[in-house]
């Protein structure tokens, strides 16, 4: 077994727009997001801590929050969602 970590290319949509970053995210050999940058212009990491999240430099705080926000909500329901269907 392999102890080393896995640096991964992904892309991933800003959380307010959608717009579209590039990302290099490091994971430990057994799946957990460890690190991540955004590797496109101008773009800013929102801290998450299960998996890379992106949103635009030009967004204020308060709206990147909200979004945040709103994308917890939406991941909260459809755990949900998936628990009712068994
Ligand atoms: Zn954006």
């Known amino acids: 077994m392999s102890s080393k970590n896995n640096n991964i290319a992904e892309t991933h ?4 727009c959608a717009k ?3 990302i290099l ?3 430990s ?14 773009g800013q ?5 299960s998996q890379p999240l992106v ?3 030009s ?5 990147i ?9 939406r991941k909260a329901r459809a755990s949900t969602m998936k628990e009712e269907k068994h």
Do not use: M
């Open 13 to 16: 949509g800003c959380i307010v």
């Open 55 to 57: 949103a635009c430099d």
């Open 20 to 22: 579209v970053f590039s």
């Open 59 to 63: 967004h204020t705080a308060e709206k």
């Open 45 to 49: 990491i929102v801290p998450d801590k």
């Open 29 to 42: 050999p057994d799946g957990k997001l460890l690190d991540c940058a955004v590797t496109s212009p101008g």
């Open 25 to 27: 995210a490091v994971y």
């Open 65 to 73: 929050e909200d979004a945040y926000n709103r994308w917890q909500a």
